[in-house]
T-cell receptor
Framework: GAGVSQTPSNKVTEKGKYVELRCDPI?????LYWYRQSLGQGPEFLIY????????DSGLPNDRFFAVRPEGSVSTLKIQRTERGDSAVYLC???????????????FGSGTRLTVV | GDSVTQMEGPVTLSEEAFLTINCTYT??????LFWYVQYPGEGLQLLLK?????DKGSNKGFEATYRKETTSFHLEKGSVQVSDSAVYFC???????????FGTGTRLQVFP
């Protein structure tokens, strides 16, 4: 597509419930990233995919968080047993890596605002 | 660990004023440095970047120079417009990784 698409744009869920957040990257972008942005803070890295595999998941806060990208395109971030502290904007980004080890600059989606009540 | 420190906002300016938003970093090795901008209701957009010392990134009248000696990447614009009102994030990426480390953001408000 023309940009990175994230759905839903807003999600309200009850504490303890399971949620899935979807990211549809720019067509042809091999790298996909998830970040979390809490109110008044900068985005914090969660996980990075190169193709179908998670190349770096060091930012996932605990084992309630999991992400997949089974066909190397769309990715889903899954959060189990949600807690109020999970409330944040979840950002997805994609990039066309040009072979160098320096990020070329991401294209971010507009994010999913998750509110856990 | 690696980190980015930005000046706290909001920064409030009149139209056509000079803008500086300070950014300093701590990193092992020689990172790439970025400024991202988030306009109201929109997603993060890359504004400019610099990949090595003394490089100057520029875009839309904004400039930032990679200063290794002072570990800084301050954002400047000679004459701001109301349409520049947004939140600005400084970020770095260390060679060998693909993740960005962001500062906390600085809100710029420009009044006519």
């Amino acid at each position: 597509g023309a940009g990175v698409s994230q759905t839903p744009s807003n999600k309200v869920t009850e504490k303890g419930k399971y949620v899935e957040l979807r990211c549809d990257p720019i067509s042809g972008h091999t790298a996909l990233y998830w970040y979390r942005q809490s109110l008044g803070q900068g985005p914090e890295f969660l996980i990075y995919f190169q193709g179908t595999g998670a190349a770096d998941d060091s930012g996932l806060p605990n084992d309630r968080f999991f992400a997949v990208r089974p066909e190397g395109s769309v990715s889903t971030l899954k959060i189990q047993r949600t807690e109020r502290g999970d409330s944040a904007v979840y950002l997805c980004a994609s990039s066309l890596r040009d072979g160098r080890r320096v990020p070329y600059g991401y294209t971010f989606g507009s994010g999913t605002r998750l509110t856990v009540v | 660990g690696d980190s980015v420190t930005q000046m706290e906002g909001p920064v409030t300016l009149s139209e056509e004023a000079f803008l500086t938003i300070n950014c300093t970093y701590t990193a092992t090795g020689y990172p790439s440095l970025f400024w991202y901008v988030q306009y109201p209701g929109e997603g993060l957009q890359l504004l400019l970047k610099a990949t090595k010392a003394d490089d100057k990134g520029s875009n839309k009248g904004f400039e930032a120079t990679y200063r290794k000696e002072t570990t800084s990447f301050h954002l400047e614009k000679g004459s701001v417009q109301v349409s520049d009102s947004a939140v600005y994030f400084c970020a770095l990426s260390t060679k060998g990784t693909d993740k960005l480390i962001f500062g906390t953001g600085t809100r710029l408000q420009v009044f006519p």
